[in-house]
């Protein structure tokens, strides 16, 4: 089992930036790639950003040199510096683990907007 608190979202203008974090506990052991997800209202949720044990790293497109993801693997922790940011990067963010074994875990959400 794991467990996943978020903590950083908030409410910043267009342009402006904030940083999200993750914090993991119980079987850190077995992590192997942790990330983060959004859901917009009325939308799917969606890959923002992933990062594996050995650090690979996959984001969407729509995120690409706007965001940036980081681990320490010691500590269970995962963060996205999100910069430049949107209007329609306004959703809840959720943070994610996917353990060996194919199990995934879900953190409770953090909702960021970004007014206009």
């Known amino acids: 089992q794991v467990q996943l608190v978020e903590s950083g979202g908030g409410l910043v203008q267009v342009g402006g930036s904030l940083r999200l974090s993750c914090v993991a506990s119980g079987r850190i052991d077995r992590i192997n790639y942790m990330g983060w997800f959004r859901q917009a209202p009325g939308k799917e949720r969606e890959l923002v950003a992933r990062i594996s044990l050995g650090g690979t790293i996959n984001y969407a497109d729509s995120v690409v040199g706007r965001f940036t993801i980081s681990r320490n693997n010691a500590k269970g922790t995962v963060d996205l510096q999100m910069d430049s940011l949107r209007p329609e990067d306004t959703a809840a963010y959720y943070c994610?683990?996917?353990?060996?074994?194919?199990?995934?875990?879900w953190g409770q959400g953090t909702q960021v907007a970004v007014s206009a």
């Open positions: 994610n683990a996917l353990i060996w074994g194919g199990d995934s875990y």
